[in-house]
């Protein structure tokens, strides 16, 4: 599967940002989707992840209760709906796809499909 993200930019601390994911591919449904993000001079960290038919979401604690994560599967996207994003939000998003479920989302290595980044900026 290849991944296309989309949507990042700059944005007013309170403000919100919709960051979308496009796969290429015939099974996107046989995919668990989730979004990294790699804050500057910080190691990439699991943000949130939807899994096959989006029964089942799971959030990082720091973005829980701001962040949505959801797919499309007729449409193969994922997309992840940003709000009261806060400074600390800053940082290059990433998308990433993985067949398997078995071990944690949180688990980078777990991962081996990843699209490009887009940059998400966040000003006080």
């Known amino acids: 599967v290849q991944l296309q993200a989309s949507g990042g930019g700059s944005v007013q601390a309170g403000g919100s940002l919709r960051l979308s994911c496009a796969a290429s591919?015939?099974?996107?449904?046989?995919?668990?989707m989730g979004w990294f993000r790699q804050r500057p001079g910080k190691e990439r960290e699991f943000v949130a992840a939807?899994?096959?038919?989006?029964?089942?979401?799971d959030y990082a604690n720091s973005v829980k209760g701001r962040f949505t994560i959801s797919r499309d599967n007729a449409k193969k996207l994922t997309t992840l709906q940003m709000n009261s994003l806060k400074p600390e939000d800053t940082a290059v998003y990433y998308c990433?796809?993985?067949?398997?479920?078995?071990?944690?989302?949180?688990?980078?290595?777990?991962?081996?499909?990843w699209g490009q980044g887009t940059l998400v900026t966040v000003s006080s």
């Open positions: 939807v899994t096959y038919s989006g029964g089942q979401m």
């Open positions: 990433a796809a993985r067949s398997d479920y078995y071990s944690p989302p949180s688990s980078v290595s777990a991962w081996p499909y």
């Open positions: 591919g015939r099974t996107f449904s046989s995919y668990v």
